[in-house]
């Protein structure tokens, strides 16, 4: 099992919030989901699979990768933007920092639906939801191994 560092995934958002309104660009809880997805993933492919980013589940919603707290906390906002004022920059390490901003950067222009398309077409999301219908909801957790695995060989083609 990976060691687990020591953030949440509430922190990891907050971050992304407090990006998307440094840049001005508003963020929506469908985004955000994705976006701390992916700096999940890309942590485990730097780590080789050791260590997590953070500890919380992530599920394989029908709308792609969720991690349920997250969604949780700003469900209230339905599709609409977030409040920026909900972010924080908080204090992680310097390779955290450069990790987010490498993930903002990579993803960070996509909006939601592309995003979804994309996590969508990708093994880690699929594998999970092998035998559950395109429509039906799931709680199936997305495999950290398949994740590491699969983004690894991504960032190794590349």
Known sequence: MPKIAPHSASEIA????????????????????KLVYYAQAWYLVAKKGEEKLY???IEAWIHGPVIPNVYHSFKHFGFAP???????KNSFS???NHLLNEVWETYGELDAST???LTHSELPWREARKNVEVDELSDTEID??????FYSAMFNTA
């Not at 907050?14 to 989901?33: C, D, V």
């Not at 950290?144 to 695995?149: C, G």
């Open 55 to 57: 500890p919380d589940k």
């Open 14 to 33: 907050k971050y992304f919030i407090w990006k998307s309104a440094q840049e001005g660009r508003p963020i929506t809880n469908k985004k955000l989901q």
């Open 144 to 149: 950290p191994h398949i994740m590491t695995d």
């Open 94 to 96: 310097d390779d955290i």
């Open 82 to 88: 977030i409040d920026p004022s909900l972010g924080d």
């Open 115 to 117: 995003l979804e398309s």
